[in-house]
């Protein structure tokens, strides 16, 4: 299921998901949070890009959360339960997904502009490893919920 | 963690009430607290132990060069650094090559992200509760074992794929057409969140593993324990494709 998944991200074409994907659905919205949290960074959004006289971050392919939005929904897809709780664990998971990766970037931009010798450590090691934690808080509680809610 | 706990559920299922989930869920998150600070506190130490396996395992995934990795520090910032010297020559393209017996420059890993894997193996592997120190201590071992599998399809793997890559786009700056090789996809597969999907994989089978030996034994799961869901007897089933895993009602040893 993950490699499926895998596979049908990476035959989407660099400039779907640069132009459009990134663009439109993480950068944009990134730095609109950016600007709304602090005026004064005046970040903009160019390509694939968040960009300000202090910092300039690149979102490229797999930046986007879609390693751990796979691994979450091929783990709720794969579970024992019914369809519509497995579309709504899905669901869920994308969300998350999509939050944690907001956030994610948003707060690498401010590492990067204000504290930058913190960005590796967190990029590399602290984030994965909170988001992975996150993901599974999220499982362990969908797969509650589709136990009882089976068991009814 | 728990996401493998029921993740490679082609069968191995978790039965989690809603009850034990606020405590599991601490406890992970108080393990894998502890382990990443460890971690970071002791990565050079760890790097001391990991760096002869990767080279080992470098030797083993390609036979066009060798190069020891070691720990540097750059910008306060703990590096795994490899300058591969080629021991055949690499033909770029029908008239280029690269010549044998010379040195490639450096290619670069952070300690930080060759450890993530690790922290997530220990994570899961620990945060899952066990029923008797014995179980642990089959887990331990069994985590022990999968750790050259997951040791060896991280690191080693991407500083590979990253000499490749460099060879690949020094082919193509010359003209030459080059297919991605294989060890390239699979780095990339590794990176994009493979990386995470196979310390858990090692993990659910280290848990499943150590449940199917241990539990249902002459040792007793609920020693000392208020009976949760998670120290409930669990019958482990391995079947050819999937490994399946059943709550036996209590009582049922």
Redesign the interface.
Known sequence: M??LL?GL??ALPDPLLRDWVHYYGIVLPAAGIVNFMAPHEAVSAARGTLQSSSASLSIV??CDG???A???S??ML???ARLRHKLAGVLGALLLTYLLNELRLVGLYFVLAHRS?WF??LH???L??FM??A???L???W??WA??ARGR | ????L?????GF??????GD?FR??LR??AI?AVV?VVT?LAQRELMACLLPCFNVIIRLLQSDFVASPRAVEM???WMIQMTPFLLRAVSLSDQLALRRFVELPPFFV?V??A??PL??LI?AVASWPFASSREAAVRALLTLLGLPLVVALTTPLLLVARVQMWIVELALQHGAGSREPALVSAA??M????R??LP?TVAIACVAVSKRLCVGGAVHPLKGRRPSTFARPVKVVFAPVCVEAVEMPPGVR
């Open positions: 993950y490699t895998h991200y990476f392919r797999g879609a390693g751990f796979f691994l979450l091929a783990a794969a579970s024992p010798a590796s450590s590399d090691y602290f994965p490893t992975i934690l993901g599974s808080v499982f362990l509680c797969t509650a136990r009882e | 963690m728990a996401l493998l029921g993740s490679v559920n082609s299922e978790v039965f989690v009430h809603r989930l599991l869920c992970m998150l894998c990443s970071v910008h306060n910032e952070g930080n992200h450890l993530v922290v997530l994570t990339i597969f990176e994009s969140g493979g995470w999907l858990l």
